[in-house]
Structure formats: C-alpha cells, structure tokens
C-alpha cells in the first residue's frame, strides 16, 4: 500500500467528519468517528485534526475530503 505525507489545512474545515467516516469504514468496516484513525474536533468556528498512531498514511480521508482541507502527496521513495 502506498504511503502519503498528509497535509492539513485546517482553516478549511466544515467539521464534516467525512474523512473519520471514510477511514473507519476503511479499517474498521463500519461508520463510527470513535474508530477514526484521524481525529477532528470543532471549537467553535476552530477546527483541530489529528492522526492517532494506527494511521498507516493511506490518505483516503483526504481522498474524501470535499474542502481541500486534506490533501496528500505519495512520500518519497515509496512505490
């Protein structure tokens, strides 16, 4: 699987949440946040994004993101 360098820009961010869905759905079969391995959260009009230790850098949660608040670009040297 190839690997990603994830880039964020959180201004970006409507708190969708579609990028936890796609990637709990992808690792976890199902559509739950808590089974993210990223992580948003909205404070107020602010939004903080995270990645938790089990993310594999696959970049489907930028692959579904509709805000270009995450994009990826294939790390070096990775086929």
């Known amino acids: 699987m190839a690997k990603y360098d994830i ?4 201004d970006n961010c409507t708190g969708c949440l579609r990028c936890e869905l796609a990637c709990s759905d992808a ?4 559509f739950s946040t808590a ?7 909205m404070t107020g009009p602010d939004c903080e994004i995270s990645f938790t230790d089990e993310c594999v850098e696959c970049g489907i949660c ?12 294939r790390k070096e040297g990775d086929r």
Request: proline share 0%.
């Open 35 to 41: 089974s993210a391995r990223i992580r948003v959260v």
């Open 7 to 10: 880039t964020v820009a959180a």
């Open 27 to 30: 690792y976890a079969k199902t």
């Open 62 to 73: 930028a692959d579904n993101c509709l805000y270009d608040t995450l994009s990826k670009e």
